[in-house]
């Protein structure tokens, strides 16, 4: 396991992918690389691992493998890459949408409210324009409520919307602890955590573009895997599971997929006592007809 990120569902999503020892596999997410490397353990001299991550700092950690070629890209383009590096199509893809623990335990990339005074950032790719920073201080009131309602599923979302607007006012939201003191009116008592979770969630999703790249990627997944190919990807909230459930069973009726496992496939209660983030984890797998 690495120290960057300690990988969620890690033995049941590789096995999930079936891995020949001789094919081509994506892993669409490398984040911490723990996915990646397991698959890798698996592949013989000749099998060949294709690595998608928006973060440089990810792809850094990457292995010295010559089976292993990296993408600095958005997974929504998982069919273009695939044909731009010479596979008419894959063996497996796999996808795990959490957000890294690095991500979260990196102050300075401002995607936790466990720091007080870090930089409202939040970007994936620290080449895009779009911070949380610039949504929280050049949003409309609107636009706000539209995106805590939908991306958080926050409650009292135009209550929240116009404290960020009454709070810029007075000066620009650039860091947590200027969000927190604008918001904390509406922070209900003893479950302050909770609801700046979903705060923090929803502004990170629209900085990223996460359901629209997710939305393409299920898309082009479905392009890029060959015959008898799986298709596992791992979701943490309602919202990205709602789009992976409805790819697959969109798939299924168009009889280009069958659903390998019928239900999503759980963590461990041994897991999620180890890593609390796996607590949410869910596993879809679906197979290529």
Same mark, same amino acid.
């Given at each position: 396991?690495?120290?960057?990120?300690?990988?969620?569902?890690?033995?049941?999503?590789?096995?999930?992918?079936?891995?020949?020892?001789?094919?081509?596999?994506?892993?669409?997410?490398?984040?911490?690389?723990?996915?990646?490397?397991?698959?890798?353990?698996?592949?013989?001299?000749?099998?060949? *691992? @294709?690595?998608?991550? !928006?973060?440089?700092?990810? +792809?850094?950690?990457?292995? #010295?493998? &010559? /089976?292993?070629?990296?993408?600095?890209?958005?997974?929504?383009?998982?069919?273009?890459?695939?044909?731009?590096?010479?596979?008419?199509?894959?063996?497996?893809?796999?996808?795990?949408?959490?957000?890294?623990?690095?991500?979260?335990?990196?102050?300075?990339?401002?995607?936790?409210?466990?720091?007080?005074?870090?930089?409202?950032?939040?970007?994936?790719?620290?080449?895009?324009?779009?911070?949380?920073?610039?949504?929280?201080?050049?949003?409309?009131?609107?636009?706000?409520?539209?995106?805590?309602?939908?991306?958080?599923?926050?409650?009292?979302?135009?209550?929240?919307?116009? *404290? @960020?607007?009454?709070? !810029?006012?007075?000066?620009? +939201?650039?860091?947590?602890? #200027?969000? &927190? /003191?604008?918001?904390?009116?509406?922070?209900?008592?003893?479950?302050?955590?909770?609801?700046?979770?979903?705060?923090?969630?929803?502004?990170?999703?629209?900085?990223?573009?996460?359901?629209?790249?997710?939305?393409?990627?299920?898309?082009?997944?479905?392009?890029?895997?060959?015959?008898?190919?799986?298709?596992?990807?791992?979701?943490?909230?309602?919202?990205?599971?709602?789009?992976?459930?409805?790819?697959?069973?969109?798939?299924?009726?168009?009889?280009?997929?069958?659903?390998?496992?019928?239900?999503?496939?759980?963590?461990?209660?041994?897991?999620?006592?180890?890593?609390?983030?796996?607590?949410?984890?869910?596993?879809?797998?679906?197979?290529?007809?």
């Amino acid at each position: 396991m690495s120290a960057y990120h300690t990988p969620v569902l890690l033995e049941e999503s590789i096995t999930a992918l079936a891995i020949r020892e001789d094919g081509v596999y994506v892993d669409a997410t490398f984040g911490g690389g723990g996915h990646s490397r397991e698959i890798l353990n698996r592949l013989g001299p000749k099998g060949r *691992l @294709i690595a998608f991550d !928006r973060d440089e700092e990810a +792809l850094a950690n990457a292995p #010295d493998d &010559g /089976r292993l070629t990296l993408v600095h890209g958005d997974f929504r383009f998982v069919h273009n890459f695939v044909k731009y590096h010479g596979c008419a199509s894959v063996d497996g893809i796999l996808a795990d949408l959490g957000v890294s623990s690095h991500q979260f335990d990196t102050a300075e990339r401002g995607f936790s409210f466990r720091f007080e005074d870090a930089p409202l950032d939040m970007r994936m790719n620290h080449h895009a324009q779009l911070s949380a920073s610039d949504i929280v201080n050049s949003y409309s009131g609107e636009d706000l409520e539209r995106i805590f309602r939908l991306y958080g599923e926050v409650e009292n979302s135009r209550r929240l919307a116009e *404290l @960020i607007v009454s709070g !810029r006012e007075r000066s620009p +939201l650039k860091t947590t602890q #200027d969000l &927190g /003191r604008a918001i904390a009116p509406v922070l209900p008592k003893f479950l302050e955590h909770k609801y700046l979770a979903k705060v923090y969630q929803a502004l990170r999703i629209e900085v990223n573009g996460e359901m629209t790249s997710l939305e393409g990627f299920m898309k082009g997944a479905m392009r890029a895997l060959g015959q008898g190919a799986r298709l596992a990807v791992i979701t943490y909230h309602s919202l990205e599971d709602r789009i992976v459930k409805n790819a697959i069973r969109e798939g299924c009726q168009q009889k280009l997929l069958t659903r390998v496992a019928k239900k999503p496939i759980l963590p461990s209660e041994e897991e999620i006592s180890l890593n609390t983030r796996a607590r949410s984890a869910k596993l879809r797998v679906a197979e290529r007809l």
